[in-house]
């Protein structure tokens, strides 16, 4: 997926939740609130990635949920289930 379809769908989802509640463009900055979740999804996932006590495997499931938590595609290649 490259960056600017990776920002589109974020875009896209805040979008739509936004206009759902009923928030005009006018008064809402998407730009900051993507730029918002991106921040606090990398910080995340550098937390994981410095704790030593985890296993790499179980840092890897822990990444995807946070991309998940945030509505981000992970992919299936990941799911060895």
């Known amino acids: 997926m490259s960056y600017k379809k990776f920002l589109d769908d974020l875009y896209c989802k805040e979008l739509g939740k936004q206009v759902i509640k009923g ?3 006018d008064i ?15 910080y995340e996932i550098s937390l994981l990635i410095k704790n030593k006590e985890l296993e790499d495997s179980v840092v890897l499931e822990l ?8 509505d981000i595609d992970a992919g299936t290649r990941h799911d060895f289930s």
Request: proline letters at 0%; a negative charge; aromatic letters at 12%.
């Open 63 to 70: 990444i995807i949920q946070v991309l998940e938590k945030y």
């Open 23 to 25: 928030l005009s463009q």
């Open 28 to 42: 809402f900055d998407y730009a900051a609130l993507i730029e918002e979740k991106s921040v606090n999804a990398l």
